[in-house]
Structure formats: structure tokens, C-alpha cells
């Protein structure tokens, strides 16, 4: 726990702050102390602040909260503390709140014990009274008079405190007229129900991170999910094109082989030398066939003697067997040609 008490002169602050430090492991940070201590050290700042008290002026507040500054650091201060007498002003609070922040330090509350100053004074006054009739001597800052200063310098300097931290929600105020022990049970009563708040607020916070993480979770998956349906319609829209390219490529390729070879086809002399050899063996065969009939006509026309009125008849037959042959020889060039 992380607290200040506020209070007039009187109060009880410095009963109350003695039962939270037995109570919950913490120290006591008063400004008083630790200046004193500053000093006995010799610490940079302690000797800054010997010299100011020597002197007899006031150590300023950037002197005061350095010392507190020293103080935080040290390893008692991790658990906690309770700050005793200060800040006494605004302008000490402000630069508390800077400093605490700068050490990423939350303070859990600020502990006002409220009192009636009329009450103050005569309790004073019969302490005093007391004290006397004992014979007890009476110290000089102890008696009406100087109360009277005292609670007159905390309205003015310290009592705007209370509407500074209670802008800040971290005022807690607890009657300090009630007893003793009433006002303890009802500072731990107020310092529990702060203790369960947090603890409510961490479940919250752990809580909402956790469902931060599975909606981010959640939000990756649905983008992944996204980005590969995506990422397959834009494959599946460049795989179009590319198909359609291709088979017109393969096409155009084919029909470029084709025509290459017909043309090569074309050009080839196999048809002519086929040709030409088909022509030469009909020749062959017409000329073969045209002498056997011309053979055939000696016998007749040796014969001719006794039939001499018909001498051209053995040529007629040897021209009409030519033309027969001839003819069948051009059909089955024809019929070879077609085959080709």
C-alpha cells in the first residue's frame, strides 16, 4: 500500500500511521526523518540541505522531494509507505505526482482524518491542564496558543489538498474524532474495500486482454482465410488468360507445323518421279502390246496373196489394240495419281 494522511495538527495521524505500518509491512516516510537522515549520510542532497538549514531559511521543494526521491529507491520502500507530513501544498503534490510517475509508482489513496478544530483546541487545553497539575513540564509547542498557529497555516497551505485529491478520486475521509481503535477498524475497513477494487479491476483488465487476444486470433484467421480465398481467385483469374494463351500458342504452332508440311509435301518430287515412272511404263507396255499385234499381221499379210482386195486390214487391228492399251494405261495412271 502506497498512502498519504492528511490532518490538522492533532489529529491522531501519527497514531494511526504507526498501527498501518505494523499492519501491512510498510514504512513511515516523514519529511522531518528523512531530512535528518539525509544529512547524518551526507548524501548529495543531504549536504545540499544542511547548508539551507543552517542558514535558517526552508528547504525548498525540490530539495525535499530529491530526499524523498532517495528514499523510495531504497528497498524497504518496495512494499510501501505512508507519507507523513507531506506534501504540505498543491505545488508539492504536483511535483510528487511527477515523480511518482516517473518511478511508475501508483499511490493507493490519500487518508483524511477529518476533525472538529474547536474539539482540537480544548483537548489541548485539558492535556496542558493535565500535565501541569502532574508537574510535568509542558512543551512550548504544545499548548493553545500555538495550535491556534498551526491549524490557521494547515487551512491555508495544506487543507486545498483535499479538493486536489479528490479530483483524483484518491480521497478517503475518515472522522478523527471517533476513537482510537473505531478510527483503525475504519481505515482498514475503506483500505480493504480500495484492495478488492483493484483486485476486481486486474480480473477485468486480465480478463479483456484475453478476449483481445482471441478476437485479434479470431480477426488473423478470418484475414488468412480471406487473403487465401483471395489469393486463389486471383490465381484462378490469372490462370484464364494464361490457358487461353496457350492453347493459341498450341494452335497457332500446330497450324504453322501443318502448313510447313504441305509445303513440304508439296515440294517433294516423289508424286513427279512416280508420275514420270507410271508415263514410261505405259509407254512400254502400249509399245509392247502394239508390236505383238504388228507380229500377228505377217501371217495375214502373207497370206494376202490370195485376198489382195483387202490390204489394210491387219493395220487397222494393230491401230485399235494401241488405242486399247493406251487407254487402260492412262486409267490406272489416273487411278495411281489419286491414290498419291
Known sequence: MRLILLGPPGAGKGTQALRLVQRYGIVQLSTGDMLRAAVKAETPIGLKAKDIMASGALVPDDVVV?????????PDAANGFILDGFPRTVPQAEALDLLLKAKQVKLDAVIELRVNEGALLARVETRVAEMQARGEAVRA????????KRLASYRSQTEPLIHYYSEQRKLLTVDGMMTIEEVTKEIDRVLAAIRSADAKKTVAK??????????SKAVGKGRKASSSKASGKATESAAKPAAKKAAKVTKKAAAKKAAKVTKKAAKSK???????????????????????????????????????SKPGKAAKVAKATS???AGKTAKKVTKRRAKV
Not at 509547542?141 to 491556534?148: F, H, R
Open 323 to 325: 488405242r486399247k492399251a
Open 270 to 308: 516423289a508424286p513427279k518421279k512416280v508420275a514420270k515412272q507410271t508415263t514410261k511404263a505405259a509407254a512400254k507396255s502400249t509399245a509392247a502390246k502394239a508390236k505383238k499385234p504388228a507380229s500377228k499381221a505377217k501371217k495375214p499379210a502373207a497370206k494376202a496373196k490370195k485376198p489382195a
Open 141 to 148: 509547542d504544545d499548548t493553545p496558543e500555538v495550535l491556534s
Open 206 to 215: 486480465a480478463a479483456a486482454a484475453k478476449s483481445a487476444r482471441r478476437a
Open 66 to 74: 530529491g530526499i524523498i526521491s532517495d528514499r523510495l529507491d531504497q
